[in-house]
């Protein structure tokens, strides 16, 4: 088992700019990829970047590149998603996530932490 615990949400206006931790316990941290997603009000939840062992990122979500950066510390078993020039539209709750197979179904998932920008 992995679990993982997220933080760093909050309601912050439009240009702000927030850090989203991601801390994992459990199995090996660095057997696994790990994940941001993001669910708005409404929608599917969808992924936003991954980034491997090594700490090669793949962004998935054109919306957020050049604003949103991940990063991981695998001494202290965590991920990080530094997001910056915050817009309305990125309010969602976040979603830190590890596979080792698939982002289609990855194999565990944090509770979530809610991000909202004000116009």
């Known amino acids: 088992q992995v679990q993982l615990v997220e933080s760093g949400g909050g309601l912050v206006q439009a240009g702000a700019s927030l850090r989203l931790s991601c801390a994992a316990s459990?199995?090996?941290?660095?057997?696994?990829?790990m994940g941001w997603f993001r669910q708005a009000p409404g929608k599917e939840r969808e992924l936003i970047v991954g980034?491997?062992?090594?700490?090669?990122?793949?962004c998935y979500l054109g919306s957020v590149k050049g604003r949103f950066t991940c990063s991981r510390d695998n001494a202290k078993n965590t991920v990080y998603l530094q997001m910056n020039s915050l817009k309305p539209e990125d309010t969602a709750v976040y979603f830190c996530?590890?596979?080792?197979?698939?982002?289609?179904?990855?194999?565990?998932w944090g509770q979530g932490t809610q991000v909202t920008v004000s116009s």
């Open positions: 996530a590890a596979t080792q197979r698939t982002w289609a179904r990855p194999d565990y």
């Open positions: 459990g199995r090996t941290f660095v057997n696994y990829a």
């Open positions: 980034i491997s062992w090594s700490g090669g990122t793949t």
